[in-house]
Every structure is written in C-alpha cells, then in structure tokens.
C-alpha cells in the first residue's frame, strides 16, 4: 500500500503568521494536488502540480513539488481567518496500477484566528 | 445549479438496513469515484468507473457495492449497514485528460446506529 504522509495534522495561528504543509511519500508521483474542504462540503481543488521543481502561486499561497516527484509542500504567507479549513494533498502514483486513482494524505486541519 | 450533486445530503439508518446514495453529474466527465472520509484519515477510495461498462473496487470495498446506471449516475449501496460505516461518503468526478482532477459533490453524512 502506497502512503502520503500528510504534516500536522492540526495548525492553529494568529492572524497574519506564515504556515506550512507538508505532503510526504517513499515513492514517485505522476502528478500531486492540494485540495480545500470547508465544513459541509466537498473538498475543491486548488492547484495540480506535474513537473519536478515546479512552483505555483495563487495568491498568498504557493506550492511547491519535489524534485524527485516523491513530496510537495503549501505555504501560506500571512494567513486570514477566511483560509481556515482542511487541506488535502492527493496524489496519482506513477506506474499501472494507479492509473486514473487519487491517493489522498491524512489532511491538515487549519485554524487561522483573528 | 451545482455540477455533481448527493442525494440525499443527511441520512441516519438503523444496523441491517439496506442504503443507496445516489449521486448525478452535469460536467460530462467519464469518471466517477466514490471515497468515505473519516476524521483524520483523509478521503479513502471505495470504488470507481472509467465508463458505463467499467466497474473497479478501490481500497475499502468491502460491504457496499455500486452501479453506473449512466454517464451521468452512480450509486453506492450498502448493502447491511453497520455501525462503522458512520461516515462523510463523497462522489467525485474527473475527466480522462486532464491529470486526473476532481469534482466532488457535497457529500452525505451517514450515521447508522
């Protein structure tokens, strides 16, 4: 069985801190996104990164894929009360066998106070 | 009107009982996935369709079955729930070209007691 090892699991900060998230895997991906989920609906996505390195920005936040394809990161810069949330990293492995899956971390559950 | 839509949104359920949720899609996507989100375990695969005629089980399949009645539709039953299929259950949609990102519906909070 494949794992993404998805870090904290819990973030509690004021109003205007940095944060960061961290995804984690033993093995390669094909392609990662991050994902937002609100209380009462499903999670939306926010961004999908393929390439090695690969860095994009949506606004305050920016991701970040691995070099080796193997982990990603999302980092908030001065964080609002309107990110708060659970975050999701998911990710399709590279190889057969996962063609067309989605494997998906633990989540992060943000809590960003006024 | 939302793309993929759960119905129904709530539903509490006695052990034994049989249970579908249903779930319908406007985007036109081929794929449809069903997941069961527990608290901190993520979102979990039960099953997914590639098409009408392609049926595959995911990683937590056992005690519910589904059914792609259309492009557009597909449902999961359990078939006698349990206790500890308590859950947030999701369907998501994707298209084949586009590396795999998904739509999810609002999901159904099932409680069975």
């Not at chain 1, 090695?52 to 001065?78: N, P, Y």
């Not at chain 2, 359990?78 to 859950?87: D, H, K, R, Y």
């Amino acid at each position: 069985t494949q794992l993404l090892e998805q870090s904290p699991q819990f973030l509690s900060i004021q109003e205007g801190e940095n944060l960061t998230v961290y995804c984690n895997s033993s093995s390669v991906f094909s392609s990662l996104q991050w994902y937002r989920q609100e209380p009462g609906e499903g999670p939306v996505l926010l961004v999908t990164v393929v390439t090695g390195g690969e860095v994009k920005k949506l606004k305050r936040l920016t991701f970040q894929f691995g070099d080796a394809r193997k982990d990603s990161s999302l980092h908030i810069t001065a964080a609002q009360p309107g990110d708060t949330g659970l975050y999701l990293c998911a990710g399709v492995y590279a190889g057969g066998t996962s063609y067309g899956k989605l494997t998906f971390g633990q989540g992060t559950i943000l809590t960003v106070h006024p | 009107d939302a793309d993929v839509t759960q119905t129904p949104r709530n539903r509490i359920t006695k052990t034994g009982k049989r249970i579908m949720l249903e779930c319908s899609q406007t985007k036109g996507h081929d794929r449809m996935y069903w997941y069961r989100q527990d608290p901190g375990l993520g979102l979990r695969l039960i099953y997914y369709s590639f098409d009408v005629k392609d049926i595959n089980k995911g990683e937590i399949s056992d005690g519910y079955s589904v059914s792609r009645q259309a492009q557009a539709k597909f449902s999961l039953s359990l078939e006698s729930a349990i206790p500890n299929q308590t859950a947030l259950y999701f369907c998501a949609t994707s298209g084949a070209w586009d590396w795999n990102e998904q739509f999810f519906g609002p999901g159904t909070r099932l409680t069975v007691l």
